[in-house]
């Protein structure tokens, strides 16, 4: 079985958000960037079905500038096999240019599972899993804490508000990862050395023939207000009438 | 609870920015090394040592190692976070990829070990006594031994020692009284007691390979009669498996001050079988060649103890709200102050981080010539790295291990009467670097390796290097500077003179009178690497001059506003050391013994 893990370089989940100046957009210049922590749950979800015997290739694909191949070969460095980069200039595509994409490297590859994060920490948008499924008409199970191959099935159980689902799949499938469905694993010194000898290979989207339109335009990026210190009431009904008529909460 | 974050901004500011990264990849063998990977391995090793080393330093601090009947057992957690540290490949970095390491540059190295060092020292003792073994026995010891020992202790399976001290013997290793008696089938009994062995016996590996100075039943007397045995504490059986015991054993372990986690043991050889390593009666040559790594390795704790405290003080000053500002609050709305407003806080934060990034330039300096003097096929510049190597040594190992006592300290002294309460772990940062003061040599006896034989040998040959090129530095930049670096080129003169003048002065007493040059020597190595730090503070401002406007503004200004104070507050000490030097030894030699 054939896996494909898609990946997006994303800000470093510890460093401080800061905003530019003039408001339009974050702030990126020269801040540590890093694997997306989800799309770092499902490469370890595929390195643990390929030592588990049940996948025996995986793939990686990214889309972005170079500087994105770092994150592919982190995830060789942690087990996958070989990387596709999709080069662009912009790194703000939108969910449904990236989910083309990514369908027309499905094609492609032909795998039997598809794996993503189940969101990107920098947008948080949550969209592109699903709108890979629908281009390419895959059977889709998103939010997955558990996965299960058996022959040309996909057990999934997925994280719903009102507690757990699990869903049987028919392969070729979309599974997108939640945060409790693994810990990806310290990377190994040697395994970052390998990573170095494996093959990446480039393609662009005219290649992929897609082209690169917007439907989404950023307007303008503000950090959130910054919180005010409370303050002490003297009673319970101080307190009440702070929450009705400051607070206009009750 | 102190926390630790690896420093990889400041890492790759030296060893990109500071020195040319590409000639490190031009050495042969290092190709593959370039940059990307680098940082790769650097983020790997640092997340590792966050993560799974850092929050197992204080619980060992309070557990320290059990011993009961001979066996010693490692605080809670170390036998895991030992297997995972060798799982992932973090004891096998620079060893030899013939058996089964890395091969990558001692400049990858030092770093990595940086980063241990600052989140758990104590379990950085494990590892890194074996790989101290391991230099020795992959320079001097045979094909047979190599073979036998070296892949499982690059892998972490088996552990290696430096069994040198003896009740009676320390910084004299002449006294040595370990036997070794030849057998008819080419072996050795060796009999005799090492005290101080660190690592000497532990639960994480299967076996632990002993490298042990003893003598030979006709050896000449003194360090002429003295040679270098392998004994591991279960012998080999044929197929490489481990097999019987071999006479060694743990007789106690000792109570300490610091480094709580790393088993110091007595061990006990009872005609235990040994190898010889090396030729015979050349022992001390071998064990110099374990040492002088370990002697580097020993200033890179001193490093990455002065940065975690560093880390934390910052922490603290930030949090702590004490005082006002002097002139006007700083945060009106608030209690009181952060603790940064105060001068004096400011001076102890400053202090720490010019010493510490300071010290880490040199590190990595010193890294680099030690990885040109392995690979360079140059002889000349091989020479001229090796020249480097023996000099630095004693200045790293003795100035960086002064530096940590000073700045965790300081650390301490910033969180006031938190820093004295264990919780806050602030104090386990100076127990735990005092040792490096002592051990691999006291610092008294870096001085004296310093002045008594690194400045003497080849007529003053292994100066050269770095006079020549801090002068080659000067006479180039004081010609076409900005105001701002003119100020520290000036500065740096002054200190440079200072230590020409020293230098000039203890080689002429020294011919006269050995005890003036023995009496020079703590204050002559201070004043070297004082000059050390200022000529690499500033390359480092300079770079951080032609950087301004290229983004991270406030990364580069901080730079210069260290190596701003490290010229105004701290390079001024040369003047103060340079009279105690010229002052000569009367004062010390005069005084009537029995008056003490």
Known sequence: MKIVVAIKRVIDYSVKVRVKSDQSNVDLANVKMALNPFCEIAVEEAVRLKEAGKATEIVVVTIGPKAAQDQIRAAMAMGADRGIWVETVDTELDALTVAKLLAKVVQNEQPQLVLLGKQAIDSDNNQTGQMLAALLDYPQATFASKVVIEGNEAVVTREIDGGLQTLGLTLPAIVTTDLRLNEPRYVKLPDIMKAKKKTLDATTPEALGVSLQKSIKLLKVEAPAERQGGIKVESVDALIDCLKNKARVI | ?596
């Open chain 2, 1 to 596: 609870m102190p926390t630790y974050k690896a420093p990889l901004r400041d890492l790759q500011f030296v060893y990109k920015e500071l020195f040319d990264a590409t000639s490190l990849q031009a050495l042969p063998g290092f190709e593959e090394v370039d940059t990307d990977l680098t940082d790769t391995i650097l983020e790997e090793a640092g997340r590792f040592c966050e993560t799974v080393l850092q929050p197992l330093n204080q619980s060992g601090d309070e557990e320290g190692c059990h011993f009961n009947n001979g066996a010693v057992t490692t605080p809670k957690g170390f036998k895991a976070a030992y297997q995972a540290f060798c799982e992932n490949g973090w004891g096998a970095v620079t060893a030899d990829p013939t058996y089964g390491g890395q091969g990558l540059p001692k400049t990858i190295g030092m770093m990595v070990e940086e980063m241990i060092c600052s989140a758990n020292m104590s379990f950085g003792m494990y590892p890194g006594l074996t790989e101290g073994a391991y230099n020795a026995l992959a320079k001097f010891g045979t094909d047979e031994l190599k073979t036998t020992y070296l892949p499982k202790m690059v892998t972490g399976e088996w552990s290696g020692t430096m069994c040198l001290t003896e009740p009676h013997c320390g910084t004299d290793l002449g006294l040595v009284r370990t036997k070794a008696e030849p057998q008819s089938n080419g072996a050795y009994k060796v009999t005799g007691t090492k005290i101080f062995i660190s690592a000497g016996e532990q639960d994480l590996t299967d076996n632990i390979i002993h490298l042990v100075l003893a003598r030979t039943p006709d050896a000449p007397a003194g360090i002429k009669g003295i040679s270098l045995f392998i004994v591991p504490k279960y012998l080999v059986n044929a197929d490489g498996s481990v097999g019987a015991a071999n006479g060694v054993s743990c007789g106690s372990i000792e109570h300490k001050m610091g480094i709580k986690a790393s088993a110091t043991c007595v061990i006990n050889f009872d005609a235990a079988e040994g190898y010889l390593v090396g030729t015979l009666n050349k022992g001390m040559q071998a064990m110099f060649q374990m040492m002088n790594t370990a002697r580097l390795g020993v200033g890179i704790q001193g490093l990455g103890l002065s940065e975690v405290s560093y880390q934390n003080a910052v922490a603290y000053a930030r949090d702590r709200l004490q005082g006002r500002a002097l002139k006007a609050p700083f945060q009106p709305d608030k209690p009181a102050d952060p603790l940064f407003v105060h001068p004096d806080v400011r001076r102890m934060l400053l202090t720490m981080r010019a010493y510490t990034e300071g010290n880490r330039a040199l590190a990595i300096w010193v890294a680099r010539k030690l990885d040109e003097s392995n690979r360079a096929t140059d002889p000349k510049q091989k020479q001229s790295a090796d020249d480097f190597v023996a000099l630095m040594t004693p200045i790293v190992k003795a100035f960086m291990t002064d530096c940590a006592t000073d700045v965790t300290n300081l650390g301490v002294q910033i969180y006031g009467g938190h820093g004295f309460i264990r919780e806050w772990g602030m104090e386990q940062f100076v127990r735990d670097a005092r040792i490096t003061q002592i051990y691999e040599g006291t610092n008294g006896i870096q001085a004296l390796d310093l002045v008594g034989r690194k400045m003497a040998q080849n007529t003053g040959r292994l100066l050269r290097p770095f006079f020549h090129e801090v002068s080659e530095y000067l006479e180039q930049k004081s010609a076409d500077s900005s105001d701002e670096l003119q100020v520290m080129i000036g500065g740096l003169m002054k200190a440079f003179g200072r230590l020409q003048q020293a230098t000039g002065f203890i080689a002429q007493q020294g011919l006269k009178d050995p005890d003036e040059a023995a009496a020079a020597a703590t204050d002559y190595l201070r004043l070297f690497a004082l000059v050390a730090l200022g000529y690499l503070w500033l390359r480092m401002a300079e770079i951080a001059l032609a950087k301004q406007g290229e983004g991270e503004a406030e990364f580069y200004q901080a730079k210069l506003d260290t190596a701003q104070f490290y010229f105004a507050r701290l390079l001024p000490q040369t003047g103060a050391l340079l009279s105690a030097i010229l002052s000569g030894s009367q004062t010390l030699m005069q005084f009537n013994h029995e008056a003490f």
